[in-house]
């Protein structure tokens, strides 16, 4: 008698789709940096353009990723690859003080740049200190 | 179980890729493979992908934010080089917390194919990609022969 074994199956295609997915996607180079007012990231996406651009936003986290679209001629062939990926995609966790509904976001020459403000009860305050 | 655990974690696999390799390179000492002498460590900036087809061949530098006029770009006979100055402007009010973008004087010199004419090179820049295009010679390129 052969015990058979049950095993929740996954289909090879969503595996591999999967495996795909994470190969191919590159984590672009930011950077992340906090002022008075709110948080910027600056993330470099060269070869993206405006409508390639998806950035997501919620209460919590921040998603932006982006479609490389370079200019290639037919039948082109790779003699040499530093970048192997066609996508960028990167995501970070927000927290409560920033305002995410009123996100801001700029793209040139493949620099995105995505501003978060503050709300205004969390920007900090000068306390003046009186002297007797 | 801990799927969603791991996942907030930002490191990309592609970056757990990367990391392996460099564990890889050192084990195996960077020595055993031969490499172009003219080659890079990985992760140099910009990124640089090169393709060619019979007609010509395409030199993509992956450089964001460059001002295109900075760019000193040169050819001799088949060695292309590229140089440059990028500056992040940085925001003296505030605290960073991550500061991966490069920031500074880069040169890159690539060995292209040995049919490239020189004199017909072209650039152009757009959304962060440089793209230089060099023709190959006429003589080179592939002929089909017929046979009589």
Redesign the interface.
Known sequence: MTARQEVAKREPTEVQAKARE??L???P????????HGI?V?A??????KDRLNIQADRNSLLIEGDV???????????????Q?TKY?????LSGELETDQIEANL????LTVRIPKRAEFRPRKIEVRTA | MFGSLWGSFDTSLFDEFRRLEGELDQLFGRGSLPAGIRATRRGTFPPINVGGTPERVDVYLFAAGLDPKSLDISIQQNLLAVSGDRKVPVDEAADYYRQERFDGEFRRVITLPDDVDPDRVDAKYRDGVLQITVQRREAARPRQITVN
Request: charged residues 25%; glycine residues 6%.
């Open positions: 994470h190969e996607v590159l984590a180079a930011v950077d992340v940096f906090e002022n008075a910027t600056q470099e996406m060269p070869g993206v353009s679209m370079i200019d290639m001629p037919a039948g082109i062939e790779a003699l040499y690859a530093d970048v990926a995609r990167r995501s970070f966790v040139k020459d493949g620099v």
